[in-house]
């Protein structure tokens, strides 16, 4: 069955960086784009960034470009958000999503938390 | 960026009622639009595609609606499962966004 399965998440200060990792199973993941999501403790949902099934083409939200990178290894079926100069906003639930070409989240991962404080 | 609005942030209702969950963007999406399902702790689920298509396994229950800027959300027959936030997410355009949420319960 499809599984994504997040990882890296954990307590660190501002400013500095982290790398988080998300491991697909279960689907043709180097035929799938692929998103990172973002929950804020009690809030919605906002999605972070985009990486194309052959890394050709990023996009990321105003709110983090510039500090974070998406990338992926198609051999390891795994996708990756590098996050540097971390703010205490970043702190958030981190979820990746496989998605079939159309922007449209199908599979989703159970999430990994990063919590940015001094 | 397309900001998506959805209404009501959150209603209570009893098993076996009709629910309605409306979402509206500040452009015009055309189709582009998904529907989403987190219940408590949990990742979302993906529910409603292009706006109306129903992914698979999805009940029959679950029903969307709605072209250009204005969707609904319907649940025919609410039940206990059912408890959860649902989210709509335009997928016209980078950056995707997504509606507030509207937190459905059981009364």
């Known amino acids: 069955q499809v599984q994504l399965v997040e990882s890296g998440g954990g307590v660190v200060q501002p400013g500095r960086s982290l790398r988080l990792s998300c491991t697909a199973s279960?689907?043709?993941?180097?035929?799938?784009?692929m998103h990172w999501v973002r929950q804020a403790p009690g809030k919605g949902l906002e999605w972070v960034a985009l990486?194309?099934?052959?890394?050709?083409?990023?996009n990321y939200a105003d709110s983090v470009k510039g500090r974070f990178t998406v990338s992926r290894d198609n051999s390891k079926n795994t996708v990756y958000l590098q996050m540097n100069s971390l703010r205490v906003e970043d702190t958030a639930v981190y979820y990746c999503?496989?998605?079939?070409?159309?922007?449209?989240?199908?599979?989703w991962g159970q999430g990994t938390l990063l919590t940015v404080s001094s | 960026d397309i900001q998506m609005t959805q209404s009501p942030s959150s209603l209570s209702a009893s098993v076996g009622d009709r629910v309605t969950i409306t979402c509206r963007a500040s452009?015009?999406?055309?189709?582009?639009l998904n529907w989403y399902q987190q219940k408590p702790g949990k990742a979302p689920k993906f529910l409603i595609y292009?706006?109306?298509s129903l992914q698979s396994g999805v009940p029959s229950r679950f029903s969307g609606t709605g072209s250009g800027t204005d969707f609904t959300l319907t649940i025919s027959s609410l039940q206990p499962e059912d408890l959860a936030t649902y989210y709509c997410?335009?997928?016209?355009?980078?950056?995707?966004?997504f509606g507030g949420g509207t937190k459905v319960e059981i009364k």
């Open positions: 999503a496989g998605d079939y070409g159309t922007n449209s989240l199908v599979y």
């Open positions: 279960g689907f043709s993941f180097s035929t799938y784009g």
């Open positions: 990486i194309w099934y052959d890394g050709s083409n990023k």
């Open positions: 452009q015009n999406i055309d189709i582009y």
């Open positions: 292009a706006a109306s």
């Open positions: 997410q335009q997928s016209h355009s980078t950056p995707l966004t």
